[in-house]
């Protein structure tokens, strides 16, 4: 699959701040926050979206959620609550295909996270 901005993350080949590191995976935060906190949790193998994730898979993307929780923990906000959400494809708005959780949390975040476009239908 074709390299993306994230690919050159994990090989440092352009800065982000990064607040954790294991063999697997890789947390920073989003340069567009959309919360107080918001985190991009990506694993360190490419996988363009939620419908590329193989059998083999499936460890790796547990893992994601692992580390989401343990920062949740580390950070201070897991009691308070927070979100974790991985977009797929145009209609998701996913913008870089390489997949990724986002950890939103620091506010009431809200429900349903969508409005005016599915009133389009
Ligand atoms: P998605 O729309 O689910 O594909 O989310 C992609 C996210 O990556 C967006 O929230 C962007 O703000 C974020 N993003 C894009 N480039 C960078 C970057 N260089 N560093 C940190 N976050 C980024």
Redesign the pocket.
């Known amino acids: 699959m074709a390299e993306t901005?994230?690919t050159k993350?994990i090989n440092r080949e352009?800065p982000?701040?990064i607040v954790y590191e294991d063999d697997l995976s890789l947390a920073?935060?989003?340069?567009?926050?959309?919360a107080p906190v918001?985190l991009?949790i990506i694993p360190k193998k490419a996988i363009a979206t939620i419908n590329d994730i193989q059998q083999d898979d499936r460890e790796l993307v547990g893992h994601l959620y692992w580390v989401a929780a343990h920062l949740a923990k580390d950070m201070g906000f897991a009691d308070d609550g927070y979100r974790v959400v991985?977009?797929c494809g145009e209609n998701?708005?996913?913008?870089?295909?390489h997949i990724?959780l986002?950890l939103l949390a620091g506010k009431p975040l809200g429900w349903p996270p969508y409005t005016d476009r599915m009133k389009e239908g």
């Open positions: 901005i994230f993350i352009i982000a701040d920073f935060r989003d340069i567009n926050p959309q918001h991009l991985m977009n998701s708005g996913q913008t870089v295909f990724h986002h």
